[in-house]
């Protein structure tokens, strides 16, 4: 039972939660933990949010989306469905009056992002994206380490998340096109590519190149695993999107990023390490989010230094999830104003969609603003 230090709320506030899956639990933790009561919860499937109530002291398993949305002690709401109901989810919620903490991606398509972006505007409340790599310790450690420009100015990047076998939910709304908008790209790469872009300053992407593939999706009866996050696995349903894409995107700035992710792969885990590299004209650094691991490396008083910061947090992910209710508390309680924006979800949705444009067309394309 996860119950809210009440005696140390330092923005307390009531939050509800929209789809009690997978995702759904590390919100409730992650507010819990930043002292923000979990009091709502709404799910098609009425036992997924019974059991949640009931993991969440005070927690109350709504009937419907309505009787969520019409309660007038949520101030804000968390939407954790599946990809394909973001966008009337969003817009339900920001004209029911509540700020919104939207989980990746943003929508399907760009117009849909428009859509929400919209509806965020009619109604005047705050719109969070979840892209929760950023609060990631390293992540922040990494963060000020560029603002007090140690990197200098940053040419290129690359960021890799390979893994051996972790398809979500193999068969399901995970691995179905009209249910997700697409595969690996959609589920972790958007994490990666924000990331950068955040780190970087928000440069505005300009070109991209890149190839997708499905090794995995045509035999899914052969698929040998261990763990499945959203499983279990439907041997009978869709397996329509890719398992693994790699591209290079070009930003207005110069810098270029080498984005390489997989659901799937045959390689061992940690051969390519997962993480992300950035290359400044001052400095380098690589890092990786889930094991802590930083490293700078740069020059002073005529020497090649390495800077190996000690990041003092046993576990990264549960601190990660900590992080974004924290400052989504500040949003919801103090008017503070959202850091992942719309627009910026609206970016992510427009490298992603021009990926697959120029996997199709084979050959590099424009991202149109
Ligand atoms: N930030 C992250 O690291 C992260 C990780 C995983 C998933 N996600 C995102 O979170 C969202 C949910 O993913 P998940 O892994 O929890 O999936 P999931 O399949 O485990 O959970 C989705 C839940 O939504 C419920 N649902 C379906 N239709 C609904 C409706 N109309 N109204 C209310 N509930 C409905 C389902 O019953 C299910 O319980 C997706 O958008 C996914 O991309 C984010």
């Not at 002292?35 to 709502?40: C, I």
């Not at 709304?173 to 958007?190: E, K, Q």
């Not at 499905?214 to 349903?237: C, H, I, K, L």
Request: hydrophobic share 45%.
């Amino acid at each position: 039972m996860f119950a809210a230090a009440k005696e140390e709320l330092a923005v307390p506030y009531r939050l509800g939660i929209i789809g009690a899956g997978n995702v759904a639990d590390c919100h409730a933790q992650g507010a819990a933990a930043a002292g923000v009561e979990v009091a709502a919860v709404y799910d098609v499937d009425k036992q997924r949010a019974e059991a949640m109530a009931q993991r969440f002291d005070g927690c109350r398993a709504c009937a419907s989306l309505e009787q969520l949305l019409a309660m007038d002690d949520l101030p804000a709401v968390v939407a954790a469905v599946p990809n394909d109901l973001h966008k009337d989810t969003a817009i339900a919620v920001l004209r029911a009056g509540k700020d919104l903490l939207l989980e990746k991606p943003m929508a399907m398509t760009v117009a849909e992002c428009d859509q929400i972006i919209a509806a965020r505007d009619e109604a005047g409340r705050a719109l969070q994206m979840g892209f929760v790599s950023r609060g990631a310790p390293v992540a922040v450690a990494v963060q000020r380490f560029i603002a007090e420009g140690r990197l200098g100015r940053i040419h290129h990047a690359k960021a890799t998340m390979y893994r051996r076998r972790g398809i979500p939910g193999l068969g399901r709304w995970f691995t179905t096109r009209s249910r997700a908008g697409g595969g690996c790209l959609v589920d972790i790469g958007v994490h990666l590519l924000d990331l950068i872009i955040h780190l970087t300053g928000n440069p505005r992407p300009d070109r991209v190149s890149a190839s997708c593939a499905s090794a995995f999706g045509p035999r899914m009866e052969d698929y040998v695993y261990t763990e499945m996050w959203a499983g279990p696995p439907n041997f009978q349903g869709v397996f329509d999107v890719e398992d693994s894409a790699n591209g290079l995107v070009r930003f207005d700035d110069g810098m270029t990023l080498d984005l390489s992710v997989a659901w799937a792969v045959n390689i061992k885990e940690q051969v390519l390490p997962d993480g992300y590299v950035l290359l400044g004209d001052r400095g380098g650094c690589v890092f990786d989010l889930w094991t802590n691991r930083l490293s700078i490396y740069t020059e002073q008083d005529g020497h090649q230094v390495d800077i190996s910061p000690v990041i003092p947090t046993e576990d990264p992910w549960a601190a990660a999830w900590r992080a974004e209710h924290e400052l989504f508390a500040r949003i919801v309680t103090q008017g503070e104003a959202p850091s992942a924006t719309g627009e910026q979800g609206r970016v992510i949705q427009q490298i992603v969609q021009s990926m697959y444009e120029s996997d199709r067309a084979g050959q590099e394309v424009s991202i149109q603003a």
